[in-house]
């Protein structure tokens, strides 16, 4: 014999307002937009595309463009060459590195909203910061010069990408 009534089954209610669907209280999540996040990253480097719309509010500052001798970065006010007990030319590569943590902060951002951008991404700020570092030696007037950034440039750049690689090439 059945039961005239069925069995009370465990519902969970909501506890948040009534009236209002679970999508309508959760925060709108900027998602990490589909297609070559490596070519993103250098849109946003650039200036090409603007930072997203919540990316002061999330991240505490503005990005603010340069222009150097070889096209305009973005930048991050707050940045710098962040280099173990200040050995080599870390002012140098000051602009370089402002353009590098900017990037870093973006794959923190996506990161931060749940939908975090691939490894081409860290792979494309860490290759721009590489170039910009080359750029920058390359421009220099004598060949001691030259060779003397040029050396910097690689040792920094190798330092940054091992770590990308020990990170796994994912957010900071």
Do not use: C
């Amino acid at each position: 014999a059945r039961p005239a009534t069925p069995p009370a089954r465990n519902v969970v209610k909501d506890s948040f307002s009534a009236g209002t669907a679970a999508t309508q209280r959760t925060a709108a999540v900027t998602a990490a937009p589909p297609g070559d996040h490596g070519k993103l990253m250098n849109d946003y480097l650039t200036g090409a595309i603007p930072p997203p719309a919540d990316f002061e509010q999330v991240m505490g500052y503005k990005p603010y463009a340069i222009q150097t001798p070889h096209g305009q970065r973005m930048q991050d006010p707050h940045g710098y060459a962040s280099v173990p007990g200040k050995i080599g030319p870390d002012k140098e590569f000051d602009k370089a590195a402002k353009t590098h943590d900017y990037g870093y902060d973006l794959l923190r951002y996506y990161d931060r909203k749940g939908t975090p951008l691939k490894p081409e991404a860290r792979k494309a700020a860490d290759k721009m910061f590489r170039n910009d570092m080359f750029d920058y030696a390359n421009d220099q007037k004598g060949a001691v010069n030259r060779f003397k950034f040029r050396t910097w440039a690689q040792i920094y750049a190798t330092a940054v990408e091992l770590n990308s690689v020990r990170q796994g090439h994912g957010p900071p």
